[in-house]
């Protein structure tokens, strides 16, 4: 049986079901980086387990992900754990 898109994305997509976070950097360009950000996104606004997709850093390849209502973006990691404290 040939292996399909589907199950490879459902591969990858499976450990975004779990975490109650998600942070990206955005200083890299990156395609892999946008599934895992729009799996987090599926997630936060599908009734998933995800409560906190932030984006770390200045954009630099700019992605409609990035400006999500769902999505925080800071300077820097410290930011945000300070933000949650």
Request: avoid cysteine; proline fraction near 5%.
């Amino acid at each position: 049986m040939a292996d399909t898109g589907w199950s490879r994305s459902r591969a990858v997509a499976h450990p975004m079901r779990r975490p109650e976070s998600h942070a990206t950097t955005s200083e890299h360009d990156g395609r892999g980086m946008f599934v895992e950000l729009g799996a987090a996104l599926a997630s936060a606004t599908g009734g998933g387990r995800v409560r906190h997709i932030v984006v770390v850093g200045p954009i630099q390849h700019e992605s409609v992900f990035y400006f999500h209502p769902a999505v925080t973006r800071v300077g820097h990691v410290g930011e945000w754990l300070t933000a949650l404290a």
